[in-house]
């Protein structure tokens, strides 16, 4: 098998290989495979995830064709994997066709097992999917919808660059639930340029209308290399201030708390049982197989080394070329050791509600914290422990990131 490389750290490729090869060796446990699709009618100008605004011309044969090329290139070491969630993203999913789709879904199956009750997700953006596409999509295998929002306020899409209009969004949303879905996400965005709570809010209680399983609440942030860090840089870009983002992050786990979400992730809230499985496999640090252009994957392991961490070639022309010429399109490569695998832990285990399983961390890893460096974070009501797990408290929430570098210099590390 040949492989491509661009970037990596000072490992080889055969640490990789021998990595990658215990993917043939996963039992039960969570396993994701994640397919990039990073066409755009338009790029977004605060986005920084790898997409490309083509209009609606969209390589959707040339594309797909790859992805199953890839696919393939893997079967030796899924053949042995169940699958228990599959994840469209990007980009715009919902601008490919539901019999594109289902190959891919239909690949997946064949190269390894599909669990009984998979989680199969797809994001759909107004404006591109009507009733009868969503139904295709239902027939192909997708049971989980996610829908890009981001807001109900005409003033807030214009100042986002979203293609659509407040109506496009309720019509979408109509069609999802006409088609069929019972499981479905709705993305919301606060933090914007002039946004008012009372704005906010509307954006809330609109979406609460619709009767979603989960929504997801995330703050803008300014990404490098984006339109709007351009803006942000000049001047021209005036975002909330902190206390108002605050407010607006209170509010939301308050009001979506009264009609019944539970907020199982720092930005994610969902009905009992509906959390969204595919991203709880990130966050619990469990394996997953990224698949397309500038798809990421991560393969563990309980032993020396511990783990690989790879990406794929970020342009989707090359990545199609190269995967057609039978190499597995691999541009980035890091190999984990023991103390990057448990940092790796640690910053997306404390975004989630159940936090950290600290038993498992001592007797797997053989790490420890240091008490006298977390007690009085506990005392002051920033963290907790309960049942032997480490959690962040609501108002710790709002200090994350802070939290985090504290736990992390509290790590023990024991041979």
Same mark, same amino acid.
């Given at each position: ?13 055969? #640490? ?22 990073? @066409? ?19 390589? *959707? ?32 999913? !919902? ?10 879904? #239909? ?66 949303l109509k069609a999802v ?8 996400? /709705? ?7 002039? *946004? &008012? ?27 490098d290399d984006t339109e709007?860090?351009?803006? @942000? ?8 201030? *902190?206390?108002?983002? /605050? ?22 809230? !969902? ?9 709880? /496999? ?71 509600? %159940? ?24 005392? %002051? ?11 962040? &408290? ?18 023990? @590390?024991?041979?």
């Open positions: 098998m040949t492989f491509i490389f661009r970037r990596c750290n000072s490992y080889s490729k055969g #640490d990789y290989e021998e990595l990658v090869e215990r993917l043939g060796k996963i039992y039960n446990m969570a396993f994701g495979v994640y397919i990039h699709i990073p @066409y755009c009618v338009k790029k977004c100008p605060y986005c920084d995830f790898n997409s490309y605004g083509v209009g609606r011309l969209v390589p *959707e044969d040339d594309y797909t064709l790859a992805i199953l090329r890839e696919l393939d290139l893997y079967r030796d070491f899924l053949k042995n994997v169940t699958v228990t969630s599959i994840f469209f993203g990007g980009g715009t999913p !919902s601008l490919f066709s539901p019999s594109g789709v289902e190959s891919i879904i #239909d690949r997946i199956a064949s190269v390894s097992s599909l669990s009984p009750d998979v989680e199969v997700s797809l994001e759909v953006n107004p404006k591109t999917a009507n009733l009868e596409k969503l139904r295709g999509f239902l027939i192909a295998g997708v049971n989980r919808i996610s829908v890009g929002v981001q807001s109900f306020s005409e003033r807030k899409l214009k100042v986002l660059g979203r293609i659509n209009s407040p109506h496009d969004s309720e019509t979408l639930e006409r088609a069929g879905f019972v499981n479905f996400n /709705i993305d919301l965005m606060f933090g914007v340029p002039f *946004e &008012t709570l009372k704005e906010w809010e509307s954006d809330l209680r609109r979406a609460l209308e619709f009767g979603s399983t989960h929504i997801s609440s995330y703050c803008l942030t300014i990404e709007f860090a351009t803006l @942000y840089s000049s001047g021209k870009l005036p975002l909330p201030d *902190e206390d108002m983002v /605050i407010d607006m992050f209170n509010l939301t786990g308050n009001l979506l708390e009264v009609y019944g979400y539970l907020q199982y992730e720092v930005s994610n809230f !969902s009905k009992p049982g509906f959390e969204c499985r595919h991203n709880l /496999i990130y966050w619990q640090g469990n394996y997953y197989l990224g698949l397309g252009a500038g798809a990421h994957s991560y393969v563990l392991d309980d032993n020396p080394p511990w783990g690989v961490r790879f990406a794929n070639i970020r342009d989707p022309n090359r990545y199609i070329n190269v995967v057609k010429e039978g190499k597995r399109p691999v541009d980035f490569l890091d190999v984990l050791d023991r103390k990057k695998l448990i940092e790796d832990r640690f910053l997306m285990g404390l975004r989630l509600k %159940e936090g950290i399983d600290l038993r498992d961390i001592r007797e797997r890893l053989r790490v420890y914290l240091n008490w006298e460096r977390l007690d009085p974070l506990v005392e %002051e009501g920033f963290l907790e422990v309960l049942n032997d797990s480490l959690k962040v &408290t609501k108002k710790g929430v709002l200090i994350l990131n802070e939290l985090i570098v504290k736990v992390l210099d509290a790590l023990v @590390y024991k041979e």
